[in-house]
């Protein structure tokens, strides 16, 4: 059965304080919680992935990069590479968030090297993917999505892409408090899980987990994670109150 997951993305956001408050309130809560087939991740900004994978191992949740190089190692200053990521007992990492997408000007060829390198460190990428506003106005939605998967993921043999979960998040929704509604996700959602079914079968397809972001609160957690096809969340905004992210945890 595909795994329940909620991954916190808490983008460039919270000091060194901030952040260590951050980790100890959601510490003592999610060390509470009875979590069955269903996995925490938080994704704080780079500087502070040891001191989360120190608290989140003894206290329930997993830990995300934000990003990694495309590079395996060298003269790339100012980089993190998989395999620093990796030593650091992190599990997971973002990969083509709309956001480095825009402002760095991610390829879908880069994007296909960092999950290389992040596969190969045994590092798990959670894949996102999603349309901007002019292009769900133009009906191009599905056909962006595709090529995303398809350029990106779609060199990866069944065995990895078993190891990477995908986030749908529409770009339109991202930071805007527009949440797609829990049809449109269901609808894209569906279309993912079938072109993963082409490609590798349905077996696997129903293995893999995909994840909604963009204005996911408490108050629409819920309902997004009733449809058949949304395996979880990915939360920016709502993530950096432990509060609303516990309520979003607790939405399924
Ligand atoms: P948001 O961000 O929840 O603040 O819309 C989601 C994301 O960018 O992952």
Sequence with gaps: ????????????????????????????????LELENQE?????????????????????????????????AGAYTGEISAAMIKSLEVKYCL???????KYNHETHEELAQKVEQLLSNDVSPIFCCG??????QAEKHFEIVKAQINDSLFGFSKEEMLNIVVAYEPVWAIGT???????????????????????????????????YGGSCNPKNAKELFSQADVDGGLIGGASLKADDFLAIIKSF
């Excluded at 502070?48 to 830990?63: A, C, H, R």
């Design 1 to 32: 059965m595909r795994k329940k997951i909620v991954a916190g993305n808490w983008k460039m956001n919270n000091t060194f304080e901030e952040a260590d408050d951050l980790l100890f309130e959601l510490a003592e809560s999610i060390n509470d």
């Design 40 to 72: 925490i991740i938080v994704c704080p900004p780079a500087i502070y992935l040891e001191m989360s994978t120190d608290v989140g191992i003894e206290n329930g949740f997993s830990v995300g990069s934000q990003n990694c190089s495309n590079q395996q």
């Design 95 to 101: 990969v083509g968030h709309s956001e480095r997408r």
């Design 131 to 136: 349309e901007a506003l002019e292009e769900r």
């Design 177 to 211: 408090g527009v949440t797609a509604s829990s049809a449109q996700a269901q609808e894209m959602h569906a279309f993912i899980r079938s072109l993963l079914s082409e490609k590798y079968g349905q077996d696997i397809a129903d293995e893999i987990s995909i994840l």
